[in-house]
């Protein structure tokens, strides 16, 4: 048993697997989600409940939030009972979500004001990289907070890197998700322009795997292209999110605002909740 005490918030597709890792690596994990219920799996694989966010963040030496968006994460750490709210004194809390460089900023300035550290580390890769552990993860904090946070990373990924103050780590993910978005927008756009020739989309799958083109991207998501399923591993809503956030970064290239546009009609479509994928079945009209 490791005898870091660590904390997590946010129990959502990618939080259940990510605490799961740590409990198979033997840290004692305390945790805390917004709807309880949804503690259950993490629970029964031997986590204890916090109860409530003040209690997570003043009882664990090491606290994770991995929520949807800037809102989700401000609330986290300032509410009135929040995970700042009791003695934090010398904790460290890492917020792994995605969020603006700004907004870590901000998480990093209000665990500064009680005395606590702070570090960003959105991860990249989905839920099966959460589930093997084989996620990167875009660190942004001082070299200390990296070094007590590594022996984590090393268990949630497959590799970390300290790529420089808080809020380049956001930076860096605002970016690998840029090039995601137009990667999937392209994946849809090829094969349905293929199709509408007259090519079968399993042919035009396997010219663009078998080729140069083919991606780890591009292969996980030909099947449910295939199936024209798309059960979420990464939400829809959020790639639009952090393509909006790219923008509001300054993100001002030929690409960027059409991509943005598009996954954003297809958020508004009622596709939000559908993988990232789904953006094929919104252009399929
Ligand atoms: P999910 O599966 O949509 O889960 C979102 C989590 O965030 C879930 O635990 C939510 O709690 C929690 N949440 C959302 N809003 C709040 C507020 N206001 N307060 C507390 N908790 C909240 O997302 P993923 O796990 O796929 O992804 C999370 C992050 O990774 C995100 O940054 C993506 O961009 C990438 P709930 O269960 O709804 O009570």
């Given at each position: 048993m490791n005898t870091t005490k660590i904390g997590w918030a946010g129990l959502g597709n990618m939080g259940i697997p990510m605490v799961s890792n740590l409990l198979k690596a033997g840290y004692a994990v305390q945790v805390f989600n917004r709807t309880r219920n949804k503690e259950k799996d993490v629970l029964d694989a031997g986590a204890t409940a916090a109860g409530n966010l003040s209690k997570l963040g003043s009882g664990n030496d090491i606290t994770l939030t991995m929520v949807s968006d800037d809102a989700a994460a401000k609330e986290l750490f300032t509410a009135p009972e929040g995970l700042l709210a009791g003695e934090v004194k010398g904790k460290l809390f890492i917020n792994v979500s995605t969020v603006s460089p700004e907004t870590s900023r901000f998480l990093e300035e209000s665990c500064i004001n009680k005395g606590a550290a702070f570090m960003e580390a959105p991860v990249s890769g989905s839920v099966?990289?959460?589930?093997?552990?084989?996620?990167?993860?875009l660190a942004g904090g001082t070299e200390d907070a990296y070094q007590k946070a590594k022996p984590l990373f090393d268990v949630l990924g497959k590799l970390s890197l300290l790529v420089g103050p808080v809020g380049a780590g956001s930076a860096a993910k605002l970016a690998i998700n840029y090039f995601l978005g137009l990667n999937l927008q392209g994946l849809a756009e090829t094969v349905l322009f293929a199709q509408a020739n007259g090519v079968k989309t399993e042919d035009m799958l396997t010219i663009i795997n078998e080729g140069a083109c083919g991606s780890g991207i591009t292969k996980l998501k030909s099947p449910a292209i295939l199936k024209g399923e798309f059960p979420a591993a990464f939400a829809l809503k959020h790639l639009a999110k952090d393509l909006r956030l790219a923008k509001?970064?300054?993100?001002?290239?030929?690409?960027?605002?059409?991509?943005?546009?598009?996954?954003?009609?297809?958020?508004?479509?009622?596709?939000?909740?559908?993988?990232?994928?789904a953006i094929y079945k919104h252009l399929d009209k």
């Open positions: 099966k990289p959460a589930q093997d552990g084989t996620l990167i993860i509001e970064q300054g993100l001002d290239a030929p690409l960027s605002t059409p991509l943005y546009e598009s996954f954003k009609q297809a958020q508004e479509a009622g596709l939000g909740d559908e993988d990232v994928m």
